[in-house]
């Protein structure tokens, strides 16, 4: 897969060469080439895994002030090319001072709840769509979301945005168990725990957010913002604010939705997890690998971006989210717009 968004190219497509012909960026793999953008279309590459770069392109890139960034096949960073006329430094900065504005962050931290509880209610829609609600539990949920996302543009403090996003994360998962079709014990859904998780269903949703995580404070590092802070999130030593703040976007539509697909599909069973004293539960090796598996096919499927009206492979959203989210901070977009699912 190789793709240019937002003047980004990232090449996925293990085995892949990526060098400078004629002033041009093309990517060759298997004696076939791929793509050639001229240079000056493009502003930053990301590469994924096995991918190869050129040493002329590299020295290019570098005197030119383009990044390149490199990342292992799933997704987590390893290191950054960034020349000395990149604007980093600044870009942190203006990260640090919305951070130290109370109206800036509360702005921000509104539209990142909006966007969280507008994608957990499209969960539970695709739900409804797909499988029925004859219970009435899911379209209830609807219209409490509705009413708590009529309530953020309310807010006038940030204690007040948290409590909205507290209500609406206890909100969906009090439908979640009408979301789980399989008619068995070990996937009896009881609410949400964790740290450590106490039930299957539990240790799936954590083992799912972790990756997540670790995703978007990739993405956050590729633009160049420090994934430490944060805005919805509180700023504590060692804690990820902003990609966990990034990674709301992405929680009920990424993880949920395949734990759910997955659960629903028998494609794990009881003996698939094991239980520690004390009463976490994890999964065995052989689980973990189903997942994994399971999770890389999921970010290979191609989803519109509403805004970009593009196709984007959906382990890529949380790059272009990144970058999106680095040309509000930067004062280059009027506003930030989270990612919501169809």
């Not at 090449?11 to 041009?24: E, F, I, M, N, T």
Request: charged share 25%; proline share 4%.
């Amino acid at each position: 897969m190789v793709k240019q968004l937002l003047n980004t190219l990232y090449v996925q497509r293990q085995g892949s060469y990526v060098h400078l012909h004629q002033d041009a960026v093309s990517v060759v793999a298997d004696g076939e080439r791929l793509l050639r953008v001229p240079l000056h279309h493009i502003g930053a590459i990301g590469l994924f895994g096995n991918v190869s770069v050129s040493p002329f392109l590299i020295h290019r890139c570098s005197e030119d002030g383009r990044v390149i960034n490199w990342f292992t096949e799933t997704g987590r960073f390893m290191g950054r090319l960034s020349g000395p006329t990149h604007g980093n430094v600044l870009l942190r900065q203006a990260q640090y001072r919305m951070v130290e504005n109370d109206s800036q962050t509360l702005a921000l931290a509104k539209i990142i709840v909006a966007g969280k509880l507008q994608n957990s209610k499209v969960q539970i829609l695709r739900t409804i769509r797909d499988h029925g609600d004859p219970a009435g539990i899911l379209e209830k949920s609807v219209e409490q979301l509705d009413g708590l996302l009529g309530q953020v543009d309310e807010a006038g403090d940030l204690d007040t945005v948290r409590g909205i996003e507290g209500r609406g994360a206890a909100v969906y998962f009090h439908s979640f168990s009408a979301m789980i079709r399989v008619d068995d014990g070990a996937f009896k859904w009881s609410g949400r725990n964790r740290r450590p998780p106490r039930d299957p269903i539990n240790a799936l949703l954590s083992f799912g957010y972790a990756l997540l995580t670790v995703e978007c404070a990739s993405a956050l590092e590729g633009v160049g913002l420090d994934p430490q802070a944060g805005y919805l999130h509180a700023i504590k030593p060692g804690r990820p604010a902003l990609a966990l703040d990034l990674a709301e976007e992405f929680r009920s539509i990424m993880v949920d939705r395949m734990v759910l697909a997955m659960v629903n599909r028998r494609q794990l069973q009881a003996d698939d997890f094991i239980q520690h004293p004390g009463g976490a539960v994890v999964l065995t090796d052989a689980a973990r690998r189903t997942f994994l598996e399971e999770y890389q096919r999921r970010k290979r499927e191609e989803v519109t971006h509403p805004l970009l009206q593009d196709k984007v492979p959906m382990g890529l959203l949380m790059h272009v989210q990144a970058r999106l989210l680095a040309r509000y901070i930067r004062g280059d977009a009027p506003v930030y717009r989270p990612y919501v699912a169809r």
